[in-house]
């Protein structure tokens, strides 16, 4: 199935579209959940994903993307191995594997097909069906230091972005700043990543954060006490069970109330009908 469309501002994917894109997200994460099992890398299904599981067993219907999770020693584990994947049916991404893959998390690809975002198609990095997989880093235990920190992963990832955002904001004072923030090294932001983010010889009982993406707590402040505001429980993605998923059996956060609490408030509520539509528009669809 190809379709494609020349404006930026793409479209969102037909329920049709949606139906094949989980049947292929389906067989990437049952192949993936059998990789890290036979490799001992702990991965939990995370955000949207989680949410699926618990409040449909499943996708939530309208979904258009997976998520996954893990702590810094274990996406390094999966770096490590990834080679091992069927090239075939998975294709594991990130800076060190694509160059031209300008984000701080990894993502699984499924070859021969093709989705690329609406405004990002100058970007040169593989594309495809994906599942995101975002590995979660210590934050200083002081709160002004997770401000600061938190501060400036931010500042990083605008740096990143701005290769996308200089191409499609439409206001002369963003365009002044994506400008500056375009003239940054890549090569600079991944420099600080290596050397600040190394992972500790074992865990530790610390807060975590992704640094490449806002927590997904940033719409549910409620509740949410200061010194957890800048990050989540490390064993929210360290202590696992099993849930089921679409037939199949998917590691997820063992204490998964307080995690959706933390991110969705009432998550088992179902949002608004015309709220009930995917997040992300695509101006090429290969699958």
Sequence with gaps: MIRKESTTQGRYL?????????????????????????????????????????????????????????????????????????????????????????????????????????????????????????????????????RFSYTFWTAMRKILWARVAIR????????LGYGALNLIPVKLVYSLVHTLLRPRLRERKRLVHPWSRPLWSRD????????KKYGMEKAWFLERCRYEFEGALLWGSKDADGFLKYCYDEYMELPPKDKQKPALLFSTVKM
């Design 14 to 146: 037909t329920d049709e579209e949606i139906k094949r894109q989980h049947e292929i997200i389906m067989e990437m994460l049952v192949e993936f959940d059998s990789f890290c099992n036979k490799n001992k890398i702990k991965y939990v299904i995370t955000g949207g994903t989680l949410l699926g599981a618990v409040r449909h067993k499943g996708f939530i219907p309208w979904d258009d993307d997976a998520d996954i999770a893990m702590t810094r020693i274990e996406y390094k584990k999966l770096k490590k191995l990834s080679g091992k994947l069927n090239s075939d049916t998975i294709f594991f991404q990130d800076h060190d594997t694509d160059e031209a893959y300008l984000w701080g998390y990894g993502k699984l690809r499924r070859p021969g097909t093709e989705l690329i975002r609406a405004g990002q198609e100058h970007m040169k990095g593989v594309s495809g069906v994906f599942i995101d997989i975002f590995p979660m880093d210590d934050i200083p235990i002081e709160v002004p230091l997770q």
């Design 168 to 175: 499609n904001t439409n206001s002369v004072i963003g365009s």
């Design 220 to 227: 549910n402040k409620k509740g949410v006490p200061p010194e």
